[in-house]
């Protein structure tokens, strides 16, 4: 009989990315079967409860689990990352920690919408968002003006607007406007 060898698959370190990282930290949990523990946590019995054999057994396994699961995110998770997460108890309380500091923030989703304009409409009729091209600015002479860079707008906000005037219907989308956070 042939030895089957195969190769472990590598630990997904953090890089920063942390939207790439958990798909790839999560894939990699449930490949060893370890991801249950991390999403619902070790649930620790009370204090004064009594337990069966079979109970303690299984509270046993969770915990080994638990453990092996920690292991992984202590090897994928840089050491300076790790002593800024106060509570390493269990690997449900460092995921966590990790997802509430890492995960896109309000902030960094504005900057992203930032980036974006809108590109008039697709083939379906619907709007798209393409990024911004930066073009670089000319040089200019102390005489001359530097061309502002121009903004499509979609189409129904130029049926509203003129020259920085608002005409018509265009208060309900001023107001809507006024609603959303300032970039």
Same mark, same amino acid.
């Given at each position: 009989? /042939? $030895?089957? !060898?195969?190769?472990?698959?590598?630990?997904?370190?953090?890089?920063?990315?942390?939207?790439?990282? !958990?798909?790839?930290?999560? #894939?990699?949990?449930? !490949?060893?079967?370890?991801?249950? &523990?991390?999403? $619902?946590? &070790? /649930?620790?019995? /009370?204090?004064?409860? =009594?337990? *069966? +054999?079979?109970?303690?057994?299984?509270?046993?396994? =969770?915990?080994?689990?638990?453990?092996?699961?920690? #292991?992984? %995110?202590? @090897? /994928?998770? +840089?050491? !300076?990352?790790?002593?800024?997460?106060?509570?390493?108890? *269990?690997?449900?309380?460092?995921? +966590? $920690?990790?997802?509430?500091?890492?995960?896109? *923030?309000?902030?960094?989703?504005?900057?992203?919408?930032?980036?974006?304009?809108?590109?008039?409409? #697709?083939?379906?009729?619907? @709007?798209?968002?393409?990024? #911004?091209? @930066?073009?670089? =600015?000319?040089?200019?002479?102390?005489?001359?003006?530097?061309?502002?860079?121009?903004?499509?707008?979609?189409?129904?906000? *130029?049926?509203?607007?003129?020259?920085?005037?608002? &005409?018509?219907?265009?208060?309900?989308? &001023? %107001? =809507?406007?006024?609603?959303?956070? $300032?970039?």
């Amino acid at each position: 009989m /042939a $030895s089957e !060898s195969f190769v472990q698959p590598a630990i997904p370190r953090f890089d920063g990315h942390y939207d790439h990282w !958990s798909m790839l930290m999560e #894939n990699f949990l449930r !490949s060893k079967e370890y991801w249950t &523990v991390v999403v $619902s946590g &070790v /649930a620790e019995p /009370a204090k004064d409860a =009594v337990l *069966t +054999d079979v109970q303690k057994a299984e509270l046993e396994a =969770v915990k080994l689990k638990d453990l092996k699961a920690k #292991n992984y %995110l202590f @090897q /994928a998770i +840089d050491r !300076s990352i790790l002593e800024t997460i106060l509570c390493k108890e *269990t690997a449900k309380h460092i995921w +966590d $920690s990790m997802k509430k500091k890492y995960q896109g *923030t309000a902030r960094a989703r504005r900057q992203q919408l930032q980036a974006l304009h809108f590109d008039g409409e #697709n083939e379906d009729g619907r @709007q798209q968002l393409v990024e #911004n091209e @930066q073009q670089p =600015v000319p040089a200019t002479t102390e005489e001359e003006e530097r061309p502002q860079r121009a903004r499509r707008r979609p189409a129904w906000m *130029t049926d509203y607007e003129f020259k920085g005037g608002i &005409v018509g219907k265009s208060q309900e989308v &001023v %107001l =809507v406007f006024r609603s959303c956070p $300032s970039f």
